[in-house]
Nanobody, 120 residues
């Protein structure tokens, strides 16, 4: 079994910052990619940022310059630093990881989501 546990969400005023963390645990042989998605009320889930084991990073174009993704491979943890937050950043943020387990199974896993609310 593999689990992704997120933390760091909360309520912040516009212009403020938050840092999200997501730790993967369980029967993990290797992690290909880890990233963040978000889903606002009434909207589809969208990519925020993703980083691969090779160091490639992709951001949603609209978030470049404000959000930074980083990864601690030794701890199977991914972070999302969010600066200059805007009310439109309000959403549930989900961690995502593409993992190969010790049984040789490849699958995509999701965290339970963490709420980020930005007040104006």
């Amino acid at each position: 079994q593999v689990q992704l546990v997120e933390s760091g969400g909360g309520l912040v005023q516009a212009g403020g910052s938050l840092r999200l963390s997501c730790a993967a645990s369980g029967s993990i042989f290797s992690i290909n990619s880890m990233g963040w998605y978000r889903q606002a009320p009434g909207k589809q889930r969208e990519l925020v940022a993703v980083t691969t084991s090779g160091g490639n990073i992709n951001y949603a174009d609209s978030l470049k310059g404000r959000f930074t993704i980083s990864r601690d491979n030794a701890k199977n943890t991914v972070f999302l630093q969010m600066n200059s937050l805007k009310p439109e950043d309000t959403a549930v943020y989900y961690c995502n990881a593409a993992i190969i387990t010790h049984r040789g199974q490849w699958a995509t896993y999701w965290g339970q989501g963490t709420q980020v609310t930005v007040s104006s």
